[in-house]
């Protein structure tokens, strides 16, 4: 709604646009109407015919060709200035084009040095510019002074020796003028054909003259303490019974102790073992003999439940401790199952059980008088007390404690170790690698250089090499120098010497021979034949190639003394026939039955008469089984695998040997029934589960298999008395809110 005021003012807008709207248009404007005219009048609306066109006229130059030619000018008057010569226009000026007058146009000056001789002169100059010149070692390249001494030393480049020159290092050179990076050896490393090799081949800080190639592994029986290298000698099964082998499980135990036979400590072949009830060998490790006393350190595997067999110790399960003499043969028992020794005495240090025993000494029983408790140094591990004797007191390894703990590591923590031996502490160099900072030789040999390419070898960095290679006596950058025979020039074409001289058909300089068509040195005009003459004296002949020289041999005979071949084809011999051609005469063969695995092998026998008779398989000849691994009278290849549990689902009764049964889950049959089922409802009794079955009530138990009706029976107060819980028992429950109850 338009407020009052804009009402006004509409008002006012109509009333003054209305007038003009009516008003008259106005009369035309007389004057020139032409805009290039002096007097144009832009107002004028109609030309009155008063143009002119010379009050404003310009003055100046109108010819086109010269420098000040003025387009707008009308008028000429006598301004015009040209450009000839060498000169040009700039703008309306004329600008000098030849500044130094001596005919040659500025644009086509060529500056340069006018001097011949100089590094940087230039034939086609026509202005003089500065010049250079090379002395002393300076040679020009390019245009440019090269510095041919870039040291000072006196020794132009070219004459220069890049090497090293400490006269201790690997790459010594004498004769070097420059010094180049030097490779000293240090440590174990030693110098092999210039350059630095490692003296210390395996890093394990004993120099490779000082290595002792030998068994490394204490647990070997042929363990060597002065071995410094492994030379895989180790020899763990030599001499073993059967039955010591034994299978790594990831359940082990640590048992370490300290041994002795009849008194003295067992020896550092002998070899400690851990077996089952069973006989199962759990785990088996070599004495130790360190300080006049015998230590072993054997890892006891239990058993792998995850597989079928029986691998070690069963949780909890006893085992059984024994040693292999290895003077003897003999294998002697530690702890029996009934806790008698047959070792006089055993000291376990370090019992550390299998999983499932929680006291070490329920492992190791002994009788009382199996280990006496008889050592009265405080500083062992079986000290028993001031007053004991010190017979049989055990001591640890050196550096080690009682607990098997390292006393004294090493700063890089390896126990007795050498230390920080390396240049980086406790790691050697990588590879490649020339400081502790990861830095690397650049092709010069500077560590963390960064020259990438020397393809001469010269120890200067190609990229500011002048002549990448070297400068031959001609001046050439890896030019063939003087090795022409006229110097810097070769031999023309033709020519075999500076005078111009060619060889004759001989290899003679300047000779007169015209032809040698067999090549033999002697000119055809001379030589008796152009060609060869053979063995037999027959010029270019086939020579002696016949098996008696220059002839053959008779036919049928083997030799040129006309021998002939026996029945076995030696030259001259005596074999009258070989009627199976086996290479063996027939007079001097043997029958019999020629297989070496035949029970009636005859040995010697060259001619098989077919009397050659077998074994049954796995029997040997005598009818005996080849193998009976568990002596039971029945072959290997006999016997049946299976269970003989006549209970088990999977009982086999022609199985002679056991493996494993299977059994019905409890309450069920082999076949998956139930044993008793008492409602018929297929849910065996034993996994019969009562609870309310109706799905309307609130109570309703979805995995109960037996119904139960009191199960369904829901708890509810019946306020009212009715037996019904309902509204009317909600509204008097709630009459009551506020009341304390009794």
């Known amino acids: 709604m338009r407020t009052p005021l804009l009402a006004g003012l509409l008002a006012c807008l109509f009333a003054l646009v209305s007038p003009g709207l009516q008003a008259n248009t106005p009369s035309a404007v007389p004057g020139c109407t032409d805009p290039s005219a002096c007097n144009y009048n832009p107002e004028a609306s109609e030309d009155d015919g008063s143009c002119e066109y010379f009050s404003c006229a310009l003055l100046g130059c109108t010819d086109a060709a010269a420098c000040n030619y003025s387009p707008t000018a009308f008028f000429e008057n006598g301004s015009c200035v040209y450009a000839s010569g060498c000169d040009v226009c700039n703008g309306s000026a004329v600008v000098d084009g030849d500044a130094d007058n001596d005919g040659v146009c500025n644009v086509n000056e060529i500056s340069g040095c006018t001097t011949p001789g100089a590094c940087n002169y230039t034939a086609t100059a026509t202005d003089p510019g500065s010049c250079v010149f090379a002395t002393g070692c300076d040679t020009c390249s390019g245009g440019a002074v090269v510095d041919g001494d870039a040291d ?131 785990g088996t490790a070599a004495c130790i003999v360190y300080g006049g006393t015998a230590y ?62 929680s006291d070490p000494a329920f492992v190791f029983a002994f009788s009382s008088t199996a280990v006496p408790a008889q050592c009265g140094d405080a500083s062992a591990c079986n000290y028993s007390g001031p007053g004991a004797p010190l017979g049989a007191c055990t001591y640890p390894p050196s550096g080690y404690a009682c607990d098997g703990t390292c006393l004294a590591p090493d700063a890089c923590g390896i126990c007795n170790g ?103 040195g002697v000119c055809d005009s001379v030589d ?125 009764p022609a199985a002679t040997e056991p493996t494993a049964c299977l059994y019905p889950a409890p309450g069920r049959t ?8 008492s409602d018929g409802d297929g849910v065996c009794n034993g996994d019969e589960r009562p609870g309310c079955t109706n799905p309307a009530s609130p109570l309703f138990n979805p995995y109960a298999t037996d119904p139960d009706p009191a199960a369904c029976v829901l708890s509810c107060p019946d306020v009212s008395g009715d037996g019904f819980v309902g509204t009317d028992d909600l509204l008097i429950f709630l009459s009551f809110y506020g009341f304390q109850c009794l």
């Open 528 to 652: 008796p034949c152009v060609g060869m003459l053979d063995a037999c004296g027959v010029c270019n002949g086939p020579g002696a190639i016949y098996a008696c020289g220059c002839s053959g041999l008779l036919p049928g005979t083997c030799d040129c003394s006309g021998t002939l071949p026996d029945a076995l084809g030696i030259c001259g011999g005596t074999c009258l026939a070989d009627a199976d051609a086996d290479g063996i005469c027939d007079d001097a063969e043997l029958s019999g039955c020629t297989d070496p695995a035949a029970c009636t092998y005859v040995c010697g026998a060259t001619l098989d008469d077919g009397s050659c008779t077998y074994p049954a398989y796995g029997l040997a000849c005598d009818g005996t089984c080849l193998v009976d691994s568990d002596g039971d009278g029945i072959c290997e290849q006999d016997e049946v695998h299976g269970c003989t549990d006549p209970s088990s689902c999977n009982f086999d």
């Open 670 to 677: 082999c076949s998956g029934a139930c044993l008793t089922d």
């Open 296 to 357: 072993v350190l054997l890892a006891v595997y239990g058993d792998d439940g995850t597989t079928v067999g029986v691998e070690g110790i069963w949780p909890g399960a006893p085992f059984t401790l024994k040693l292999f003499d290895a003077s003897t043969g003999g294998v002697h028992t530690y702890v029996t199952a009934a806790g008698a020794s047959a070792l006089s005495g055993w000291a376990n240090t370090n019992g550390a059980p299998l999983p499932g025993y």
């Open 152 to 282: 000072n030393d006196g020794v132009c480049n070219a004459n220069e020796v890049v090497g090293c020159m400490q006269a201790a290092a690997c790459n010594y050179n004498p004769a070097a003028t420059d010094p180049a990076p030097c490779s000293i050896p240090a440590g174990c490393d030693i110098c092999t054909g210039g350059e630095v090799a490692s003296g210390d081949a395996d890093g394990d800080g004993v120099c490779d003259v000082n290595e002792v190639d030998g068994c490394t592994d204490p647990a070997a029986f042929n363990y060597s303490v002065s071995a410094t290298d492994e030379d895989g000698s180790c020899d763990y099964t030599a001499d073993l019974p059967a039955g010591w082998n034994f299978v790594p499980t990831p359940s082990s135990a640590l048992v370490l102790g300290s041994v002795t036979l009849d008194g003295l400590p067992a020896a550092a072949g002998d070899i400690v073992g851990a077996f089952s009830p069973s006989g199962t060998c759990a």
């Open 418 to 520: 050498p230390g920080a031996i390396y240049a980086c502490g406790c790691t050697a160099l990588p590879p490649g690698v020339c400081n502790c900072g990861g830095s690397t030789l650049d092709v010069l040999g500077v560590c963390g250089g960064t020259c990438t390419a020397d393809a001469d070898a010269d120890g200067v960095c190609d990229s500011v090499d002048p002549c990448v290679g070297a400068l031959d006596a001609c001046g050439v950058c890896n030019g063939p120098g003087a090795v022409a025979a006229c110097g810097c020039s070769g031999i023309p074409a033709g020519d075999c010497d500076c005078n111009g001289n060619a060889l004759d058909a001989v290899g003679v300089c300047g000779g007169t021979c015209a032809a040698d068509a067999d090549d033999d």
